[in-house]
């Protein structure tokens, strides 16, 4: 039987493991390397996941099949200038081998009603381009982009890379006022 459930202490070592085959995988994708170092949680995780579990401001959900975890969740509030709050999910991962049998499916479920039950206005979370299964994925609870951010890699010790458009002048592109 599928279930989720929120995670508690005894949860911690299967979520470090979880949480590290995530990073494995998203690091892989097209713009995981700037992923690893920009957006996601420092490693390790361990201290980090453990207030995330103690956090009223935060809930930790994790995804079984027959009481074996296999995929887990995290959002937390964000409070937005207006006042409203906002839901980020930061982390939501399924084992490869159980992601057609609704383990995600019920976290991000567990996740949304968290999120209502907490007055959130919405719900954010970050997928990167190319993997077209998550997209789909919140594609399937009507979430859509609301946002792109684009990003050009560049090489300083190289200034005949295409990425560079002053030909390795870093003042190339400043106004003066002679």
Known sequence: MVQSRVAGPDDLDRLLQLAAS??????????????????APPEPRR????????DRSAIVQVGCLDG?????GIARLEQLRSGDRLAVVSDIFVEPAFREVSIGEVVMDALIGWARDHG???IDSLVLPGMRASKNFFERYGMKARALLVHLELHPTDPDHPGDLHGGRPDAGEVTDS
């Open 22 to 39: 995530a990073r494995h995988e998203l690091s892989a994708e097209r713009g995981g390397g700037m992923w690893a170092v920009r957006e």
């Open 120 to 122: 959130c206005v919405g």
């Open 47 to 54: 201290a980090e996941l453990q207030r995330a579990i103690h």
């Open 68 to 72: 074996y975890v296999a995929g887990y």
